[in-house]
């Protein structure tokens, strides 16, 4: 059975640093590019950051280039700087085999349930 579950979620102020987590279960974990998404109340789930099966490739989006590092080890890492209110939302981890470059839901197997980020202002 496939897991990954995230951590490190919380309250922060805004201009604050969070860092999540995710770890993985069921799966060769280096067989997988890996992603962060997030959602927030009544928007749809949008890609975060994504990174190549070694850790050599990353990807992100525009809203958080330059504030957030993706990386990996034996986990998943998002370090989260100069944290804004709109990065308030459920953060997942997710689990693919496609490219690396293709960043939407559909390219991705496997899901965790989610950490919450609240930042305030």
């Known amino acids: 059975q496939v897991q990954l579950a995230e951590s490190g979620g919380g309250l922060v102020q805004a201009g604050g640093s969070l860092r999540l987590s995710c770890t993985t279960s069921?799966?060769?974990?280096?067989?997988?590019?890996m992603g962060w998404f997030r959602q927030a109340p009544g928007k749809e789930r949008e890609y975060v950051a994504s990174?190549?099966?070694?850790?050599a490739v990353t990807y992100y989006a525009d809203s958080v280039k330059g504030r957030f590092t993706i990386s990996r080890d034996t986990m998943l890492y998002l370090q989260m700087n100069s944290l804004k209110p709109e990065d308030t939302a459920v953060y997942y981890c997710?689990?693919?085999?496609?490219?690396?470059?293709?960043?939407?839901?559909?390219?991705?197997?496997?899901w965790g349930q989610g950490t919450q980020v609240t930042v305030s202002s």
């Open positions: 990174i190549g099966r070694l850790g």
């Open positions: 997710a689990a693919g085999r496609g490219a690396v470059w293709k960043v939407g839901t559909d390219t991705y197997n496997y």
């Open positions: 069921g799966i060769t974990f280096s067989d997988y590019k």
